[in-house]
C-alpha cells in the first residue's frame, strides 16, 4: 500500500468517528430490546458526499472543501474536474474521501429513510463510500479498515466479541448493492460469515444502459455551456469503479443468458443480448471488448479515446481500466458459496403507468462508432425503454443465481413515486425490508409507511426551476467579471423559495439526475437472427 492510501483510509476512518460513535450509542440502548437489529446501509453511486483536501496529502492535517456535490462548485467552478482519477489515487495528490450521505445543500435524499430506520429503533450506520474507486478498493476499505475500527471501538466500551456487527443486515441501494454483493463474495472472512442478512434495493447486476452513456455525454447537467464534453467525459472515464457498470459481457450473457431470459415477472424477461450494432442488430457489441477502431475506417472507434484537441492524446490507460472493469464484473456476478448464497436478497422496483407495465426504463443500447474526426457523441448511442425502476432495468436487476425465493418485485405506479432514486421511501419496499428483517413480526403500523414531507416535485417544476438557469448564466458570465452580482442574484433567488420547495426541488434534481439522458421514443428492434438467448442450463462461471 502507498503512503496516499495509507494516508486516505487514516483520514476516511477519522472523518467517520462521530458517525461510528452514534452508531455504537444506538446499539447499546436497544441492545436488549428482543426486535433490534443493526443496519448497516451502503448508499447508492453518485449518493455519498465527497469532501477534497485543500492541499496535497502530504502537507500537513487537511482542511476540507464539499466537492460532490456542492451545487454551486460543480455548476459554476468546473468543480467536477477535480473528480479526476490516476489510478486510485486523486487529482494533484489530494485526499478526496467519502464523509457520509449525499447532502445536496439542503437534503440527503435518505433523509426519510434513515429517520425511519432509527424510528423503527435499529442501531443504524450509513457506510459513505468513493464510488470512484475500484470494487477491489472499496471490499478492502470495509474489510480491513472500517469492520476491524468498529470491533476496537465495541470492544473498549467493553462489549462482547462480535457485538454489535454479528447477526447484522447490510442494505446497499444501487451501485450500494453491488458492494453488499462484493463483500458477500468474501465468504470465509468472519464478518461475512456472522451476517445475518444482507439486501438490495435497485443493483444492477447485469449492467445499465446509462453508464456507456457517461463516456460520451457526460450526466445532462454537466454538459455545454456549463463542461466541455471531451474534457468531463475523460474525467468520468478515469473512475475505475464505473467501468463495472456496463451492460454484462458476452461469455456472462452466453452462461446467464437463459436464466435471464426464464424471469416469471411480466416483462422483466431478457430475450436478447442488451448490446448491438447499430446497424446489424444481429451483432452484438460487448462492452468489455476493446474496439480501437472500425475495420474499415481508422478514423472510427467505438469509444471516444480521442482527445479531439490533441489527436496524439490517446486515453492509453482505457484499455486496461475496461479490462480491470470486466474481471471486477465478472465476481461482482459470480454465484455466491453456499455458506452465504441464502442470506442475500434483492428487490427490484417495476413502474406502472394506468396499472400497466411502463416502458420508461434504458433497457437496452444499439451502439455505433464514435467519428473521431466529427466527433459525433449525440449519435453513438441510442437506449430503449422497457420494464425497470426508472434506471435501472428489472432484468438486470436480480442475481439469477439467487434461489426465486430471494428475488421481490415491488411494482408501482409512477404517479406514486416508484422511483429509483426514492425506492427506499416507497411503502412496498419498506414492508418488504421488515418482512425479511422481522420474519413473523405483526405488520408496521401505517404511520411507519407515511410519505416524505415534502414530497419531491415534479418534473415540470424542476424544469421551470429558475435557479438551475440562474447557475448556467452565471457560467456564461464568468469571463465577463460578473460573478459577485450573479452570486447575489442566485443567493436570493434560493432565498425566495420557502425551504419545503427547495428540499422538493433538490430531491426531484436527484431522481432524474441518475436517469441520464432519457430512452429513445421510437420502437425498440425486433429479435433478430443470432440474438436469441443461449438455450439449455447455465454452467457455473470459471
Not at 149 to 172: C, D, H, K, Q, W
Not at 331 to 336: A, F, G, I, S, T
Request: net charge negative; with cysteine.
Amino acid at each position: 500500500m502507498t503512503a496516499y492510501e495509507d494516508r486516505l483510509i487514516a483520514e476516511q476512518l477519522a472523518i467517520l468517528d462521530k458517525p461510528i460513535e452514534a452508531f455504537l450509542d444506538s446499539y447499546v440502548r436497544n441492545r436488549n430490546n428482543p426486535d433490534r437489529k443493526t443496519v448497516l446501509f451502503f448508499p447508492g453511486g453518485l449518493a455519498s458526499e465527497l469532501v477534497r483536501a485543500k492541499l496535497p496529502f502530504d502537507q500537513g492535517d487537511p482542511e476540507w472543501d464539499t466537492l460532490w456535490v456542492d451545487l454551486f462548485e460543480v455548476f459554476v467552478r468546473e468543480g467536477a474536474l477535480a473528480l479526476q482519477m490516476n489510478g486510485n489515487e486523486d487529482s494533484e495528490q489530494r485526499l478526496i474521501v467519502p464523509s457520509g450521505p449525499l447532502q445536496s445543500c439542503v437534503i440527503n435524499p435518505y433523509d426519510d429513510f434513515i429517520e425511519w430506520c432509527q424510528a423503527s429503533q435499529f442501531a443504524f450506520l450509513t457506510v459513505p463510500w468513493d464510488f470512484r474507486r475500484s470494487a477491489d478498493w472499496n471490499v478492502n476499505y470495509f474489510l480491513g479498515a472500517l469492520v476491524p475500527e468498529i470491533e476496537r471501538r465495541a470492544a473498549s466500551r467493553g462489549l462482547p466479541p462480535g457485538e454489535p456487527l454479528s447477526g447484522a443486515t447490510m442494505i446497499g441501494h444501487s451501485f450500494g448493492g453491488m458492494l453488499v454483493k462484493w463483500i458477500l463474495n468474501e465468504h470465509e472472512h468472519r464478518f461475512c460469515k456472522n451476517l445475518g442478512l444482507a439486501i438490495t434495493v435497485g443493483a444492477p447486476f447485469y449492467g445499465t444502459a446509462s453508464q456507456i452513456e457517461r463516456l460520451y455525454r457526460s450526466e445532462p447537467e454537466l454538459g455545454p455551456p456549463l463542461y466541455h464534453i471531451p474534457e468531463i467525459t475523460k474525467v468520468i472515464s478515469t473512475m475505475p469503479g464505473g467501468y463495472s457498470l456496463f451492460f454484462l459481457d458476452s461469455q456472462t450473457y452466453d452462461t446467464y443468458g437463459f436464466e435471464l431470459s426464464r424471469d416469471q415477472e411480466e416483462g422483466c424477461a431478457l430475450d436478447r443480448y442488451p448490446s448491438f450494432d447499430a446497424d446489424d442488430h444481429a451483432v452484438r457489441v460487448d462492452p468489455y471488448v476493446f474496439q480501437r477502431n472500425h475495420p474499415d475506417d481508422q478514423n472510427r472507434g467505438r469509444f471516444p479515446i480521442v482527445d479531439l484537441k490533441d489527436r496524439s492524446n490517446d486515453w492509453t490507460w482505457f484499455e486496461s481500466y475496461l479490462a480491470q472493469g470486466r474481471a471486477e464484473f465478472r465476481r461482482l456476478v459470480m454465484e455466491l458459496h453456499d455458506s452465504v448464497r441464502g442470506k442475500l436478497h434483492n428487490i427490484r422496483g417495476v413502474q406502472l403507468q394506468g396499472g400497466r407495465t411502463a416502458a420508461m426504463t434504458k433497457i437496452m443500447h444499439k451502439w455505433g462508432w464514435y467519428d473521431f474526426k466529427g466527433g459525433n457523441r449525440d449519435a453513438v448511442i441510442e437506449s430503449f425503454g422497457g420494464a425497470g425502476d426508472g434506471v435501472i432495468p428489472a432484468w438486470s436487476a436480480r442475481l439469477v443465481t439467487q434461489p426465486p425465493e430471494n428475488v421481490h418485485t415491488i411494482r408501482g405506479e409512477i404517479d406514486e413515486e416508484l422511483e429509483h432514486g426514492a425506492l427506499l421511501d416507497f411503502p412496498g419496499v419498506r414492508d418488504k425490508l421488515l418482512e425479511l428483517m422481522q420474519p413473523g413480526r405483526a405488520p408496521a403500523r401505517a404511520s411507519t409507511h407515511q410519505r416524505r414531507v415534502p414530497r419531491p416535485a415534479s418534473p415540470g417544476q424542476l424544469k421551470a426551476a429558475k435557479v438551475r438557469m440562474a447557475f448556467r448564466t452565471l457560467r456564461r458570465r464568468l469571463e465577463d467579471h460578473l460573478e459577485r452580482d450573479e452570486k447575489f442574484r442566485i443567493q436570493k433567488l434560493i432565498k425566495d423559495i420557502d425551504p419545503d420547495h427547495q428540499k422538493a426541488l433538490i430531491l426531484r434534481w436527484y431522481i432524474e439526475h441518475l436517469k441520464g439522458h432519457p430512452p429513445s421514443n421510437r420502437p425498440m428492434p425486433e429479435r433478430l437472427q443470432g440474438q436469441a438467448p443461449p438455450e439449455g442450463r447455465r454452467s457455473r462461471p470459471e
